[in-house]
């Protein structure tokens, strides 16, 4: 009788344990039913997603195709307006793409390198006083990266030759002008001599008036004007001296 | 003593009909396939949605490019036209 209570109590007790044990694994009606109603909702929301990117998609692509139509209409009337041809273009841009990725790494060599390379840099002197006067020249966007690509070269080229240069500061920090320039102790020490810096740069200076921060002179040597120096400067003189009074 | 014998198996009897009724509260291997499946969608579903959403990044992206090279281009034209004298 005490085996029969005994084995039965245990058989409860067993049984019990596996029930608690299985609930615990497995989980109930209630909870399935909650995790089959998020996923579905899921489900649901995830594919109104997709229809809302599907939709997004189509108009981003209709965009681009209006946005390449847009560019290469207003490429063609600038190609237009300039007198060159797409492929002249494309060939000017790519070339001085080019010429910058080149200048670039000659920016990164030492001065005993670049000697090696000073025809080649004279040689991309040349080509880029060709292309300033290309007629893709005529977009301003153009001819900053070419007079950017100048003043590189040019002081490369200094740089190699020894040459002495002086970079334009600001009128409102440095008052720099050529008289100034030249005044200072390091350059003549004389501000008489400011037209050897006028004649000396040519290239960039049209105005000794007119000199741009950032621009690279040169500095030719000498301690006096010679006779070509000495004619631009009573030239420009002269031609203040016409000039009328600005009312002051 | 029979009778309690016959108390004490009839309690076992019902306490273990109790247990296994209480079993069938869980989902049916069939239910449970349903949510696997339907989980399996949704994991699906979040990685084409993943998916398509970085495509219209790119797309985005390369329109805003786009947009800038043809605001560039007329940048363009307008100065070439101002140089050129209003041409």
């Known amino acids: 009788m005490k085996t029969l209570i005994v084995s039965l ?6 049984l019990a344990l596996a029930q608690t044990l299985q609930a615990q694994e497995k989980m109930t009606k209630d909870e399935w039913q909650a995790q089959m109603t998020a996923a579905t909702k899921q489900v649901a929301d995830l594919t109104a997603q997709m229809a809302k990117l599907d939709s997004d998609r189509v108009a981003l692509m209709a965009q681009s195709t209006k946005l390449d139509a847009d560019v290469r209409a207003c490429e063609d009337a600038l190609y237009a307006l300039l007198g060159v041809t797409r492929e002249e273009a494309e060939a000017f841009e790519k070339e001085l793409g080019d010429l910058e990725k080149r200048v670039d790494e000659l ?9 090696g390379h000073r025809d080649e840099l004279e040689r991309i ?7 300033a006067n290309h007629k893709m020249a005529k977009i301003p966007r153009m001819a900053d990266r070419i007079r950017v690509l100048e003043d590189k070269v040019a002081a490369l080229l200094a740089s190699i030759t020894k040459e002495k240069t002086y970079t334009v500061g600001t009128w409102a920090r440095d008052r720099d002008c050529l008289w100034n320039i030249a ?3 390091d350059i003549y020490n004389n501000a008489w001599l400011w037209p050897k810096i006028w004649q000396g740069n040519r290239d960039k200076i049209r105005d000794p008036d007119v000199i741009k921060p950032k621009w690279v002179l040169k500095i030719p040597e000498g301690k006096e ?3 070509e120096e000495k004619t631009a400067a009573n030239r420009y003189y002269r031609k203040k001296a016409a000039e009328p009074a600005t009312g002051q | 003593m029979q009778a309690f014998r016959k108390v004490l198996i009839t309690a076992v009897c019902a306490a273990t009909i109790a247990l296994i009724a209480g079993c069938s ?15 399996a969608q949704v994991k699906q579903l979040e990685d084409q949605v993943a998916t398509k959403q970085r495509e219209n ?16 281009c007329q940048s ?3 100065a070439v036209k101002k140089a050129m004298g209003g041409q």
């Open chain 2, 57 to 72: 990044a790119t797309l985005e992206k390369q329109n805003a490019e786009k947009n800038g090279k043809l605001q560039q």
């Open chain 1, 225 to 227: 004007l010679s006779r």
């Open chain 2, 76 to 78: 363009d034209q307008d």
């Open chain 2, 25 to 39: 509260n869980s989902p049916s291997d069939e239910e449970m396939r349903k949510l696997t499946d339907l989980q």
């Open chain 1, 125 to 131: 002197q040349t080509r880029l006083k060709e292309l």
């Open chain 1, 9 to 14: 109590s245990a058989l409860v007790l067993v």
């Open chain 1, 107 to 115: 920016q990164k060599m030492s001065d005993q390198e670049l000697v």
């Open chain 1, 183 to 185: 005044k200072k102790k």
